[in-house]
């Protein structure tokens, strides 16, 4: 479940989008949001990880409130993988206390560090005090735009899913296995899609395909089309369920 308020009409500029990633109903919808949303934040909500990744497949995400404790994926892991793929600041609330689960939040990425019961007066000023640092790396990187993820509906996969195509009009001509990854992915429209799917849609005898070579393949993709455009492909890897992509194409790309 999301919840989604778009700034108000009259703001000079929007004010800093936050995702609550809390698996709590109760905490998330009726006390974090809430308050934030009264704080001035533009707040959205969800109880996974994989809801927060297919989120910012389309929406720019500029700081996160972080549970440790998720159904789908450990909070350090989520916030590992965020680092390698943005800026986005990070705030991680835990019901743990001791010292060493504060150090492994910091040293996972995480901004900050708030326990529980959180103060939202010290969650709000810690979120503001963020924000105003998070302006200066997105301007520092305008002038470089290959260092800025792309949205990933503006991706296009034209000639039948052998040429990717990035949102500022670069190609990149896909190999046999790279097609079928990129049209199976994209087929699913935005959902993840398991190795398991992958690799027998790329493979006959799946029992001998190592799942290595999955992983390897994804790897060279993304470097790949970086080098070739200037872009980073928004391939998310889903932690313990596979891989998420969209992108655009033809009927002929896209039908089930």
Not at 3 to 31: C, G, K, M, W, Y
Not at 69 to 89: K, Q, W, Y
Not at 235 to 255: A, E, K, M, N, P
Request: glycine share 6%.
């Amino acid at each position: 479940m999301t919840d989604n308020h778009p700034p108000s009409a009259h703001s000079i500029t929007p004010p800093p989008h936050v995702f609550v990633l809390e698996d709590n109903t109760e905490l998330r919808q009726d006390i974090l949001l809430p308050a934030l949303r009264e704080h001035g934040f533009q707040v959205q909500g969800a109880a996974t990880a994989t809801e927060l990744y297919r989120t910012m497949l389309t929406q720019h995400v500029d700081m996160i409130v972080l549970d440790v404790g998720l159904p789908d994926e450990d909070g350090f892991s989520v916030a590992r993988h965020l680092r390698t793929i943005s800026d986005i600041g990070i705030v991680v609330l835990t019901g743990h206390t001791d010292r060493q689960h504060q150090l492994d939040a910091l040293k996972s990425g995480a901004d900050f560090y708030l326990p529980k019961p959180v103060d939202l007066d010290v969650l709000a000023i810690t979120l503001k005090n963020l924000a105003r640092r998070i302006p200066s790396k997105q301007h520092a990187h305008k002038p470089q735009p290959q260092h800025k993820p792309s949205t990933a509906t503006h991706w296009r996969l034209e000639a039948g899913g052998w040429r990717l195509v990035s949102p500022r009009g670069k190609s990149v001509v896909l190999t046999a296995s790279e097609q079928c990854v990129t049209t199976t992915l994209a087929t699913e429209r935005g959902s993840p899609v398991s190795r398991d799917l992958l690799i027998r849609a790329l493979s006959r005898n799946v029992y001998d395909f190592d799942p290595h070579r999955l992983e390897m393949m994804i790897h060279r993709l993304r470097r790949k089309v970086l080098a070739n455009t200037g872009e980073t492909l928004p391939l998310i890897t889903v932690r313990g369920s596979g891989y998420l992509f969209t992108c655009d194409g033809d009927s002929s790309v896209l039908s089930s």
